[in-house]
Structure formats: structure tokens, C-alpha cells
């Protein structure tokens, strides 16, 4: 946000200090999704974020929860945010350990009868909720002696009865997956920016074999390109 405080500087960043910049922020595309979506944000709006779900949606990496967001966090607009946390805390309520592992239309609905109408408030709502579920109605350890709506939980009023969706939760793993090769990688470029591809394979510490799936994934993905033996951003 201090480096580039506007969709219009950051769409003039070149694509290499925006991926040094993300770091570990998350995933590497969502870096280069933002810049396009600074672009376009310049090209189509003038420079200023639209104000409505159907035109944020259109941005390049802007989902549905992302304009929800946008909507209830940047400009206090009527909107549900369906994060982890808020999602949790409404199945609760519904007498649910944890909410289903998809989305669905009918949960939308029934979490946006919640949210207030009054103008100014649903961020407040969105805000809140997402902080009950952070600190107090977590996942693993629900602090129900500490929690004002206790007597109309669902959940704990019917003796916290197991979860119903939990033989279809996959529990991912990181090590030995392409995302921690391809993390290895970039992480080597934002270090040193141009490597051969010897001197990229050795500090990877990958076997080669996952070091040519990741990094050929990587080029298809443009966040890292091949020119003349030596890789960079
Ligand atoms: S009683 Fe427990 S499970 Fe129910 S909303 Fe409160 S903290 Fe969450």
C-alpha cells in the first residue's frame, strides 16, 4: 500500500517487482492478478474501484468473496462476507459443528437475513462475526462458557453433536507437493533474480525430476520466464 498506493502505480510496476514485493503474501499468481486487476481498474474505471457486485466481478482475481469484501470493508455497502470464520459461527447456530466443506446458494441467503439493513452497519456485522469466530467460536476449541448468545446456539444447546460433513474434508499436505517445489523456486528468484538453471536446481535442494514439473508450470503460468539458460522473475 506504500509502495503502490494507487491502481494506476501499481499498474506501472513491471511484473518481476510485484512478485519481490508478495513475497510470501500468499500465493504468487494472486501478485500478478492484482497488477491486472490494477490495469484494468485504470483502463475501464478511470482509475477508481467500481461499486457494485456485478462490476467488481468482472475484475481480473476479484471473486465472490473478494467483491463482498470490497463492498462491506471499502465502502460500508449491504453485503454478506461468507469467510471461514463467519461460516462457522452461523452453522453453529444452525446446530451444525462446521458449515458444509461447498458453499450453496440457500447459505447465502440464510446468512444475509442476518446482516443489517441499517446503512453503515453490515460492515460492523461482517467485521464482528469474523472476530466471534477468530477468537471466541474457533474451530478446534469453542469457548462456549465465554459466549453471549450460548442459550440460542444450536449447536451447544443440543450437546455439540459430531460433524456431518467431516468424511468429506480432505486435509492437504504441503511437503512433497508441487506448490512447495514451485515455492522453493520463486523463492530463490526473488532472492538472487537471474540464475542458470544448474545454479536454480541446486539451491531448490529439488530432485530434478520435481524441479522440471515445477518449473515448467511456473513458466506456463507466467510467473517466471527462461531466457537463454538463466531464469528470472
Ligand atoms: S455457544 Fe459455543 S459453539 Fe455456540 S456460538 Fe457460542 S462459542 Fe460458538
Given amino acids: 500500500?506504500?509502495?503502490?498506493?494507487?491502481?494506476?502505480?501499481?499498474?506501472?510496476?513491471?511484473?518481476?517487482?510485484?512478485?519481490?514485493?508478495?513475497?510470501?503474501?500468499?500465493?504468487?499468481?494472486?501478485?500478478?492478478?492484482?497488477?491486472?486487476c490494477a490495469k484494468a481498474v485504470v483502463a475501464k474505471y478511470h482509475g477508481e474501484l467500481p461499486r457494485t457486485r456485478e462490476e467488481l466481478l468482472t475484475l481480473p482475481g476479484v471473486g465472490e468473496y473478494t467483491a463482498d469484501a470490497v463492498l462491506a470493508f471499502a465502502f460500508h455497502l449491504h453485503s454478506v462476507v461468507l469467510d471461514t470464520n463467519i461460516r462457522r459461527v452461523l452453522a453453529r447456530w444452525n446446530g451444525q459443528a462446521l458449515p458444509a466443506v461447498h458453499?450453496?446458494?440457500?447459505?447465502?441467503?440464510?446468512?444475509?437475513?442476518?446482516?443489517?439493513?441499517?446503512?453503515?452497519?453490515?460492515?460492523?456485522?461482517?467485521?464482528?462475526?469474523?472476530?466471534?469466530?477468530?477468537?471466541?467460536?474457533?474451530a478446534r476449541d469453542p469457548k462456549c462458557e465465554q459466549c453471549p448468545v450460548q442459550q440460542s446456539c444450536t449447536w451447544f444447546q443440543t450437546g455439540k453433536p459430531k460433524d456431518s460433513f467431516a468424511h468429506m474434508r480432505k486435509t492437504q499436505k504441503f511437503i512433497?507437493?508441487?506448490?512447495?517445489?514451485?515455492?522453493?523456486?520463486?523463492?530463490?528468484?526473488?532472492?538472487?533474480?537471474?540464475?542458470?538453471?544448474l545454479e536454480l536446481l541446486e539451491l531448490s535442494t529439488l530432485s530434478k525430476e520435481r524441479f522440471t514439473a515445477a518449473v515448467d508450470s511456473l513458466c506456463q503460468d507466467g510467473l517466471i520466464r527462461k531466457n537463454n539458460d538463466r531464469y528470472s522473475l
Fill in 1 to 36: 500500500m506504500e509502495r503502490w498506493p494507487t491502481p494506476d502505480s501499481l499498474a506501472q510496476a513491471s511484473p518481476a517487482e510485484v512478485l519481490i514485493a508478495w513475497d510470501r503474501l500468499g500465493y504468487p499468481r494472486r501478485a500478478l492478478r492484482l497488477q491486472e
Fill in 103 to 138: 458453499q450453496t446458494k440457500a447459505e447465502r441467503s440464510h446468512a444475509a437475513k442476518f446482516v443489517p439493513k441499517v446503512p453503515d452497519r453490515a460492515w460492523l456485522w461482517n467485521a464482528s462475526i469474523m472476530e466471534f469466530g477468530a477468537l471466541i467460536c474457533t
Fill in 176 to 197: 512433497g507437493t508441487q506448490r512447495e517445489a514451485r515455492g522453493k523456486i520463486m523463492a530463490q528468484l526473488r532472492l538472487h533474480q537471474s540464475l542458470t538453471e
